[in-house]
């Protein structure tokens, strides 16, 4: 959401004739969009402030000096912290607030002292910010649909720093979706803390759910391909279930973070779910579309997490054969509210995480490796490390090489995959690929 974010600014900046560069030392202004959901966040951006602070000075710069901005949900936690820490800051600006950055540029453009925006306001973003810059997106666009978060799990500060749960009008949505696609884009990822929760408001009325939204913007022209991120499993409803039985532009993968398959860990971080309700789950989105592939988070080392619990997890993994994840440590959140007892040591979280992440990496090269022989449809997002090699993602979203000619970047192809590694796969065009 911060890749998406951080677009949006650059869209809300560029009429003020700021366009992005690579090189921090050419900047007039420095924007750190900032992430908050785990560990020493706050300490990173203080360190990485400090490094910024030499370049503050340089000569030439459009206001006399390089405007630093900070950004995101460690803004928006930390507040009037930073300034305090790091006084040579001009902006701070929580995630609800960057439509206003034109305004906040202008007024510490006028040097009236720093400025900081953390509201939550009640008219969302969304309705100020321009259209997406042509082109800028290449061929694949990440599309916020959903913000913000009421679940409450225990151990997540995004309910406290993106702010409540709100869903875009759908005619919002599909006015972006189609710029998007008119500038290329073939895939699109409809994009929420909770995205299937996603309850917009309707073209004529009452309320769309996410499977119908998805319906809709498969039948945009040029849109071939679409995902969502990230879910909460019981907020999957029959509808969502039946869109990846019924649009086949909805691709085969699915990120659904468990976080544990203990279900006492479950209740503790308030999942509202236990381990046997998410394998149902998988059995119903397998029934709906058989070679779905599935990812997930995991939390490990949950205050209170017993070995027993830990198994349980690798019991729910080893069922569900994921065939990629993320897994952490547990890190305290600041106003989090699980509990500060019963910690775990940090030797037993690197264990076990040790452990977790050696089975799912065994998952994930299985899975690879029964790719090798089939065709897939690659979309080509990049030029490779290679001469004349492009890479691209695979409907599972495995990265993809292949030699192929500079032209087919941006567009489908069949490709047949001859090799897996733990990380990706390769393989060669078949002879009906064209540009
Ligand atoms: N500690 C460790 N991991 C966390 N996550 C969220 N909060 C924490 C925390 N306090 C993980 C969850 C979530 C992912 C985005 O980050 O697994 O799904
Ligand atoms: Fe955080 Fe996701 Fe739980 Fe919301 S549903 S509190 S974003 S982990």
């Known amino acids: 959401m911060n890749v998406y974010d951080s677009a949006r600014i650059a869209d809300v900046l560029a009429p003020l004739g700021y366009a992005p560069t690579d090189d921090p030392a050419a900047a007039d202004m420095i924007i750190l969009n900032t992430c908050h959901i785990r560990e020493k966040a706050a300490e990173k951006v203080y360190s990485e402030l400090g490094r910024l602070r030499p370049l503050k000075d340089r000569p030439g710069t459009r206001n006399g000096r390089v405007m630093i901005a900070v950004a995101g949900c460690v803004a928006q936690a930390e507040g009037e912290e930073i300034l305090r820490r790091t006084p040579f800051v001009d902006i701070v600006l ?60 225990t151990f997540c500060v995004v309910p406290y720093t993106r702010g409540a749960e709100y869903s875009r009008a759908v005619a919002d949505v599909l006015r972006e979706a189609r ?97 046997d309700d998410y394998r ?31 198994r349980a997890t690798l019991e729910l993994v080893k069922d569900v054969e994921f065939t990629s994840a993320y897994s952490f440590k547990y890190s305290p959140r600041p106003g989090t509210p699980a509990s500060l007892e019963d910690q775990v040591d940090d030797a037993v979280k690197s264990e076990r995480l040790a452990e977790l992440q050696s089975l799912l990496d065994e998952q994930q090269k299985r899975f690879n490796d029964r790719c090798i022989g089939r065709e897939m449809t ?15 993602r695979s409907p599972y979203m495995q990265a993809v090489h292949a030699q192929a000619p500079r032209p087919l970047l941006g567009s489908l192809q069949p490709v047949m995959i001859t090799a897996g590694s733990a990380n990706s796969l390769s393989g060669t065009l078949t002879d009906r690929a064209v540009a």
């Open 280 to 310: 149902r789950l998988v059995d119903r989105l397998r029934a709906a579309r058989p070679d779905l592939a599935l990812s997930s988070d995991f939390i490990i080392g949950f205050p209170g997490e017993t070995d027993g619990d830990f």
């Open 94 to 153: 929580g995630p609800q607030t960057y439509h206003r950055l034109p305004e906040m540029v202008a007024r510490a453009e006028r040097a009236a002292g720093a400025v900081l925006d953390t509201d939550f306001p009640a008219d969302p973003k969304f309705d100020h910010l321009p259209g997406p810059a042509a082109g800028a997106e290449g061929s694949s666009a990440f599309l916020t649909v959903q913000e913000g978060c009421d679940k409450f799990c």
């Open 378 to 392: 690659v979309l080509f997002d990049r030029p490779g490390r290679h001469p004349g090699q492009l890479v691209g």
């Open 179 to 275: 710029c998007y696609a008119s500038a290329g884009v073939r895939e699109i990822t409809l994009l929420g803390q909770n995205v299937n929760c996603f309850h917009g408001e309707a073209p004529g009325g009452g309320e769309w759910g996410l499977g119908r939204l998805i319906a809709e913007v498969a039948e945009i022209e040029g849109i071939e391909r679409i995902r969502y991120t990230t879910s909460y499993p019981a907020d999957m409803d029959d509808a969502l279930i039946a869109a990846h039985r019924d649009v086949p532009e909805l691709m085969p993968f699915l990120h659904l973070p468990v976080q544990s398959g203990s279900d006492r860990v479950l209740a503790a971080m308030n999942r509202r779910h236990g381990s």
